[in-house]
């Protein structure tokens, strides 16, 4: 038995992406990097032999997923099972939670100017997010971050992979020319400051140059 | 759009207040739709467009409509502030600061919801492997059985007479709460995405187990909080947990409301969650 | 895009077999005969391209599935260990069976007071009992009996041979006893029989001849 079989076999039966080192426990004379090797040979032999299906990274990890041009027909079948998609609320949540995690509830709420108990709760029932601590402050608030369900569900290989900040258009910034800042008020300590500097790795990063609002801008 | 904000020229405003998914979308919307130079915010006139734009707010949900008027005293604040006299010599922060910092940031947040929505949507296109169990090892009867007689006549001896009348002798009588298999069905579904009801049962011999997970699957459902689906009539019964909206098609996507917000927010009373 | 690629995606992403002419379904061009073709064709390549897995033809239609033998490796990754002994239920269920054969499923569940289903396809899968015949009664119910393996691996010449002691509990001491079963209301909504198949086993097995719901007892 060839070891790439032994590593499609395992691809195949699993409906999660599984990581190399997962992988490498099907047999004793496999590692991460003979499954590594397997790998690339299987991703050419699909690519090559014109399968419906490909080897994609993803979440960490490696699963075989049918190709994209072939979702118009898969898509009338009842017995395909459908990812559904997420709603604007918690989108949105799950956008502040990934890219400023670990995030307590209230800065999420602050964030987007309305409670989030429930989107919290429905992301977490999704799977998408979990508490992965607890913050200081009144009440020691768990602290929420993504899970590796949550790449899986947008079919990112890792963090890095989510879009990064420098490459948004951030209309109203443009609208003026960055200002120096002036000490912010205590409220939005360790808020802000790292959205700017989005850290994809997950920690709060260093607030970076901020644009804010001069003294003498008081013009209204 | 409201007919009645075509009036004056300065609140000329298309607002639809449950279009928006809360005060700072509202916000946003106000600053961009008029083209605001986000560092110097007229406040007033801003104010005075939020506080119209929610006047129609009545029957919208009171979680929500509770938001928008926070957001509206904190206007209302910040106005106030500008219309003091500067000590001179004091290092004041414009009263403006912190909202336009909470708008800069809200802003990019709507960026990266918009590209996570995209990768999404990508994501869907592509199907993973369908679950079909792993074949079983060719026969199984040949692998050695190592049961003796003996368990068997064991078990046969521990076989209990079923009485002819009444059934309850059969409930052994352990209380088994619905909540317990609530709880028992979303703490699976958080591992996997989808379980097959009997999956559920697996583990327990009583009846009583199977009807309390049946009743705790219907009220689940009832919350929607699962959904479950048959592929045909007798086969397995998929358990999947629930989303908020459905599949989003494209005409659902589209207006971004306050929907979920309120449904999860019911959701939330049940939840033994940290509280505020 | 050509039709075995099609074909291939969709039986790829099905949860449960399809039939040719459900496969038809997903492209207008597509009809059962290229439907037979393509998948002529796919099995052809999978053999040569000595991929783990197998396009096999099951009772209800097509499926994909890794080829047996794989299965070593594939267990690893399951969560339960398999054994070969047997669990309490299946014990007692054996026990059941071996006393009162030719018993159907519905007696079963009565004398052990929880489903069957899984249990006696977990003795059906080790060759401990088999279907012997058909019941009276409403839908005709599958009738099992003990296997001539059974009375090989307890070591008995016939089942003349099964000790039938005084502390037997009647209901497997009496043979001919029949049993009263009471009319129980029924569950009418198709999930019945599933919910109380306790013991799933590992084994998904075909629906060898399993009945459907017709009157779930329900006594509670």
Chains 1, 3 share one sequence.
Do not use: C
Not at chain 2, 160 to 189: A, C, F, Q
Not at chain 2, 229 to 244: G, I, N
Request: glycine share 8%; net charge negative.
């Amino acid at each position: 038995m060839r070891q790439e079989q032994i590593v499609e076999a395992v691809l195949f039966a699993s409906d999660a992406p599984l990581s190399a080192e997962e992988i490498a426990r099907a047999d004793e004379v496999l590692d991460e990097d003979a499954v590594g090797e397997a790998i690339r040979t299987l991703r050419v032999q699909y690519q090559e032999q014109e399968r419906a299906f490909e080897l994609v990274e993803v979440a960490e990890g490696y699963q075989i997923l049918t190709k994209p041009e072939f979702a118009p027909y898969l898509e009338r079948f009842d017995t395909v099972p459908r990812s559904s998609r997420l709603s604007g609320p918690s989108l949105e949540t799950l956008a502040i939670i990934a890219y400023r995690q670990p995030i307590d509830r209230l800065e999420i709420e602050y964030i987007r100017g309305v409670g989030a108990v429930g989107v919290i709760r429905t992301l977490q029932d999704r799977g998408l997010i979990e508490a992965v601590g607890r913050g200081e402050g009144i009440g020691r608030p768990l602290l929420y971050g993504t899970t590796r369900r949550f790449l899986e569900h947008f079919g990112f290989a890792s963090l890095e992979g989510l879009p990064r900040p420098e490459d948004l258009p951030i209309v109203l910034r443009d609208r003026a020319a960055p200002i120096q800042r002036e000490a912010a008020p205590s409220i939005d300590d360790g808020l802000g400051d790292d959205l700017f500097a989005l850290d994809t790795g997950g920690s709060n990063g260093q607030p970076a140059g901020e644009p804010s609002v001069e003294e003498d801008e008081l013009n209204e | 759009m409201s007919p009645a904000a075509s009036l004056g020229r300065e609140d000329l405003l298309l607002v639809e207040i449950d279009r928006f998914q809360g005060p700072m979308d509202l916000l946003l919307h106000l600053i961009r739709q008029q083209d605001i130079n986000i560092f110097d915010i007229p406040i007033a006139r801003i104010t005075k467009q939020f506080l119209l734009a929610i006047e129609g707010m009545g029957q919208m949900e009171l979680d929500s409509a509770g938001e928008f008027i926070e957001m509206a005293a904190t206007l209302v604040r910040i106005k106030a502030q500008m219309l003091l006299p500067q000590t001179p010599g004091e290092e004041d922060e414009d009263p403006r600061a912190e909202l336009v910092r909470r708008l800069l940031e809200y802003e990019q947040i709507r960026e990266i919801t918009d590209r996570m929505e995209r990768s999404e949507a990508d994501r869907a296109r592509r199907f993973r492997k369908g679950y079909l169990p792993v074949r079983p090892a060719p026969a199984q009867e040949d692998l050695p059985l190592e049961t003796t007689w003996g368990e068997v006549f064991q078990a046969a001896l521990e076989v209990r007479n079923p009485e002819p009348h009444g059934g309850d002798h059969w409930v052994r009588l352990r209380p088994i709460s619905m909540e317990e298999k609530v709880d028992l069905i979303l703490d699976t579904l958080r591992r996997v995405s989808r379980i097959e009801f009997r999956g559920l049962l697996a583990p327990f011999r009583e009846k009583m187990h199977g009807v309390m997970t049946f009743l705790a699957g219907l009220e689940l459902s009832r919350r929607r909080r699962i959904r479950m689906r048959q592929t045909a009539p007798f086969h397995e019964l998929w358990v999947y947990l629930r989303e908020d909206e459905g599949e989003g098609s494209a005409e659902e996507k589209t207006p971004r409301n306050a929907e979920e917000e309120t449904v999860a927010g019911a959701d939330g009373a049940h939840s033994s969650e940290e509280g505020t």
